[in-house]
Protein backbone atom coordinates (compact mmCIF):
# COMPACT_ATOMS: atom_id res chain seq x y z
CA UNK A 1 0.00 0.00 0.00
CA UNK A 2 1.03 3.88 -0.95
CA UNK A 3 -0.02 6.54 1.18
CA UNK A 4 1.24 9.70 -0.46
CA UNK A 5 1.64 12.93 1.07
CA UNK A 6 2.50 16.33 -0.53
CA UNK A 7 2.36 19.72 0.94
CA UNK A 8 4.13 23.15 0.92
CA UNK A 9 6.62 24.13 3.31
CA UNK A 10 6.10 24.23 6.49
CA UNK A 11 2.85 22.32 6.23
CA UNK A 12 4.36 19.65 8.59
CA UNK A 13 4.09 16.74 5.93
CA UNK A 14 7.91 15.55 6.93
CA UNK A 15 7.03 14.76 10.44
CA UNK A 16 3.30 13.56 10.12
CA UNK A 17 4.54 11.50 7.17
CA UNK A 18 7.42 9.65 9.57
CA UNK A 19 5.50 9.36 12.33
CA UNK A 20 2.53 8.19 10.19
CA UNK A 21 4.52 5.36 9.13
CA UNK A 22 5.88 4.62 12.63
CA UNK A 23 2.31 4.40 13.68
CA UNK A 24 1.03 1.83 10.49
CA UNK A 25 4.66 0.09 10.55
CA UNK A 26 5.27 0.81 6.98
CA UNK A 27 8.26 2.27 5.85
CA UNK A 28 9.48 6.04 5.43
CA UNK A 29 10.03 6.70 1.65
CA UNK A 30 11.72 10.26 2.11
CA UNK A 31 12.20 11.09 -1.63
CA UNK A 32 14.02 14.29 -0.27
CA UNK A 33 16.68 11.97 1.38
CA UNK A 34 17.40 10.80 -1.80
CA UNK A 35 17.68 13.53 -3.74
CA UNK A 36 19.78 14.61 -0.80
CA UNK A 37 21.93 11.37 -1.10
CA UNK A 38 22.47 12.24 -4.90
CA UNK A 39 23.72 15.79 -3.77
CA UNK A 40 26.01 13.93 -1.07
CA UNK A 41 27.91 11.75 -3.50
CA UNK A 42 27.99 14.72 -6.23
CA UNK A 43 29.65 17.42 -3.43
CA UNK A 44 32.26 14.34 -2.99
CA UNK A 45 32.84 13.45 -5.95
CA UNK A 46 33.71 17.21 -6.73
CA UNK A 47 31.51 17.55 -10.26
CA UNK A 48 30.71 20.80 -10.82
CA UNK A 49 26.88 21.16 -9.81
CA UNK A 50 26.10 22.29 -13.30
CA UNK A 51 27.65 19.31 -15.46
CA UNK A 52 24.39 18.03 -15.70
CA UNK A 53 25.83 14.85 -17.35
CA UNK A 54 27.92 13.60 -14.90
CA UNK A 55 24.99 14.29 -12.19
CA UNK A 56 22.92 11.99 -14.41
CA UNK A 57 25.13 9.29 -14.51
CA UNK A 58 25.45 9.29 -10.76
CA UNK A 59 21.91 9.21 -10.80
CA UNK A 60 21.55 6.20 -12.85
CA UNK A 61 23.95 4.30 -10.55
CA UNK A 62 22.95 5.68 -7.31
CA UNK A 63 23.84 2.62 -4.62
CA UNK A 64 20.90 4.05 -2.36
CA UNK A 65 18.72 2.57 0.18
CA UNK A 66 16.43 2.85 3.49
CA UNK A 67 16.86 0.51 6.08
CA UNK A 68 15.81 0.68 9.91
CA UNK A 69 14.74 4.10 9.62
CA UNK A 70 18.63 5.20 8.38
CA UNK A 71 19.55 6.28 4.74
CA UNK A 72 22.52 4.50 3.18
CA UNK A 73 24.64 5.53 0.02
CA UNK A 74 27.24 3.01 -1.34
CA UNK A 75 26.63 1.02 2.31
CA UNK A 76 27.54 3.75 3.77
CA UNK A 77 25.06 5.59 6.81
CA UNK A 78 24.64 8.82 5.71
CA UNK A 79 21.58 9.73 7.75
CA UNK A 80 23.12 12.85 9.29
CA UNK A 81 25.34 13.89 6.30
CA UNK A 82 22.56 14.54 4.60
CA UNK A 83 21.32 17.25 6.46
CA UNK A 84 24.29 19.32 6.33
CA UNK A 85 24.07 22.89 5.39
CA UNK A 86 26.45 22.34 2.24
CA UNK A 87 23.39 20.22 0.80
CA UNK A 88 20.89 22.59 1.10
CA UNK A 89 22.92 24.81 -0.69
CA UNK A 90 23.92 22.62 -4.02
CA UNK A 91 20.62 20.73 -4.33
CA UNK A 92 17.91 22.82 -6.04
CA UNK A 93 21.14 22.17 -9.15
CA UNK A 94 20.50 18.73 -8.82
CA UNK A 95 16.58 18.58 -8.29
CA UNK A 96 15.76 20.16 -10.79
CA UNK A 97 17.56 17.89 -13.40
CA UNK A 98 14.93 16.48 -15.81
CA UNK A 99 16.83 12.95 -16.47
CA UNK A 100 17.82 12.81 -12.24
CA UNK A 101 14.13 13.06 -11.90
CA UNK A 102 13.22 10.24 -13.78
CA UNK A 103 15.79 8.32 -11.95
CA UNK A 104 14.75 9.34 -8.76
CA UNK A 105 11.22 8.47 -9.72
CA UNK A 106 12.01 5.08 -10.85
CA UNK A 107 14.46 4.19 -7.58
CA UNK A 108 11.22 5.34 -5.87
CA UNK A 109 8.55 3.02 -7.32
CA UNK A 110 11.62 0.18 -7.10
CA UNK A 111 11.01 0.31 -3.57
CA UNK A 112 7.88 1.02 -2.83
CA UNK A 113 7.37 -2.71 -4.93
CA UNK A 114 8.77 -4.44 -1.67
CA UNK A 115 7.06 -2.38 0.84
CA UNK A 116 4.34 -0.48 2.03
CA UNK A 117 5.02 3.06 2.13
CA UNK A 118 4.33 6.79 3.81
CA UNK A 119 5.85 8.78 1.27
CA UNK A 120 6.20 12.65 0.78
CA UNK A 121 7.80 14.55 -1.43
CA UNK A 122 7.26 17.92 -3.56
CA UNK A 123 5.99 15.96 -6.52
CA UNK A 124 4.89 12.44 -4.62
CA UNK A 125 0.95 12.23 -5.36
CA UNK A 126 1.06 13.73 -8.71
CA UNK A 127 4.17 12.26 -10.82
CA UNK A 128 5.60 9.71 -8.38
CA UNK A 129 2.74 7.76 -7.32
CA UNK A 130 -0.43 9.18 -9.16
CA UNK A 131 -2.14 6.07 -8.33
CA UNK A 132 -1.01 5.76 -4.50
CA UNK A 133 -4.29 3.94 -2.94
CA UNK A 134 -4.05 7.52 -0.31
CA UNK A 135 -3.05 11.16 -1.07
CA UNK A 136 -3.00 13.70 1.15
CA UNK A 137 -2.02 16.85 0.63
CA UNK A 138 -1.67 19.31 3.81
CA UNK A 139 -2.20 22.78 4.17
CA UNK A 140 -1.74 25.36 6.76
CA UNK A 141 -2.49 29.32 6.87
CA UNK A 142 0.36 30.98 5.24
CA UNK A 143 0.96 32.49 9.08
CA UNK A 144 1.27 29.16 11.05
CA UNK A 145 3.40 27.78 8.36
CA UNK A 146 5.99 30.47 8.96
CA UNK A 147 5.67 30.40 12.71
CA UNK A 148 5.62 26.40 12.63
CA UNK A 149 9.58 26.87 10.70
CA UNK A 150 9.88 30.36 12.97
CA UNK A 151 9.85 27.83 15.99
CA UNK A 152 11.84 24.51 14.49
CA UNK A 153 14.91 26.65 13.64
CA UNK A 154 14.64 28.67 17.06
CA UNK A 155 14.49 25.19 18.44
CA UNK A 156 17.93 24.35 16.59
CA UNK A 157 19.47 27.70 17.79
CA UNK A 158 19.26 28.97 14.30
CA UNK A 159 19.59 33.02 14.75
CA UNK A 160 17.21 34.39 12.60
CA UNK A 161 14.20 36.71 12.62
CA UNK A 162 10.93 36.08 12.12
CA UNK A 163 10.39 38.30 9.47
CA UNK A 164 13.34 36.45 7.53
CA UNK A 165 11.46 33.00 8.32
CA UNK A 166 8.09 34.24 6.18
CA UNK A 167 10.30 35.92 3.46
CA UNK A 168 12.46 32.55 3.21
CA UNK A 169 8.79 30.48 2.99
CA UNK A 170 7.10 33.20 0.63
CA UNK A 171 10.38 32.45 -1.85
CA UNK A 172 10.37 28.77 -0.84
CA UNK A 173 6.29 28.56 -2.23
CA UNK A 174 6.79 30.63 -5.44
CA UNK A 175 10.35 28.76 -5.96
CA UNK A 176 8.09 25.15 -5.78
CA UNK A 177 5.29 26.13 -7.34
CA UNK A 178 6.87 27.89 -10.35
CA UNK A 179 8.99 24.94 -11.32
CA UNK A 180 8.87 22.99 -14.31
CA UNK A 181 10.21 20.26 -13.45
CA UNK A 182 8.16 18.28 -10.72
CA UNK A 183 6.16 21.60 -9.03
CA UNK A 184 4.01 21.33 -6.10
CA UNK A 185 0.86 20.83 -7.32
CA UNK A 186 -2.39 19.72 -5.05
CA UNK A 187 -3.33 16.35 -7.11
CA UNK A 188 -6.92 16.39 -8.29
CA UNK A 189 -7.68 13.43 -6.42
CA UNK A 190 -5.84 13.85 -3.15
CA UNK A 191 -7.89 14.37 0.57
CA UNK A 192 -6.40 18.23 1.45
CA UNK A 193 -6.52 18.49 5.01
CA UNK A 194 -6.23 22.24 6.70
CA UNK A 195 -3.30 21.61 9.32
CA UNK A 196 -3.97 24.94 11.03
CA UNK A 197 -5.48 24.21 13.97
CA UNK A 198 -4.24 21.39 14.57
CA UNK A 199 -1.00 19.97 16.32
CA UNK A 200 1.29 17.32 14.45
CA UNK A 201 -0.11 14.20 16.31
CA UNK A 202 -4.04 14.94 16.07
CA UNK A 203 -2.68 15.39 11.91
CA UNK A 204 -1.20 11.96 12.45
CA UNK A 205 -4.28 10.19 14.27
CA UNK A 206 -6.52 12.00 11.48
CA UNK A 207 -4.87 10.85 8.41
CA UNK A 208 -4.78 7.12 10.38
CA UNK A 209 -8.28 6.95 11.36
CA UNK A 210 -8.64 7.63 7.60
CA UNK A 211 -6.62 4.62 6.42
CA UNK A 212 -7.93 2.22 8.77
CA UNK A 213 -11.61 2.92 8.45
CA UNK A 214 -11.29 2.86 4.51
O1 LIG B 1 12.16 17.56 1.85
P1 LIG B 1 13.65 17.90 1.83
O2 LIG B 1 13.99 19.27 2.39
O3 LIG B 1 14.53 16.83 2.40
O4 LIG B 1 13.98 17.98 0.27
C1 LIG B 1 15.27 18.28 -0.18
C2 LIG B 1 15.20 18.90 -1.55
O5 LIG B 1 14.74 17.94 -2.50
C3 LIG B 1 14.31 20.11 -1.66
O6 LIG B 1 15.08 21.16 -2.21
C4 LIG B 1 13.22 19.72 -2.62
C5 LIG B 1 13.73 18.49 -3.30
N1 LIG B 1 12.72 17.48 -3.52
C6 LIG B 1 12.15 17.40 -4.78
O7 LIG B 1 12.50 18.19 -5.65
N2 LIG B 1 11.22 16.43 -5.03
C7 LIG B 1 10.85 15.55 -4.08
N3 LIG B 1 9.95 14.61 -4.34
C8 LIG B 1 11.43 15.64 -2.79
C9 LIG B 1 12.34 16.63 -2.54
Redesign the pocket.
Known sequence: MIIAIDGPAGSGK?TVSKLLAEKLGFLYL????M??ALTLKVIREKIDSRDEKKIESIAAGLNFRFQDGRVFLDNEDVTQAIRAPQIDKN??DV?KIKKVREYIVALARKIARNYSCVTE????TTV?FPAAEFKFYLDADYKVRAERRYGELSAKGINISREEVAADLKRRDEADMSRTV?PLKKSADAQVIDTTAFSIDEVVRILAEKITSA
Request: charged share 25%.
Open positions: SDTGAYRISCGRDTIG
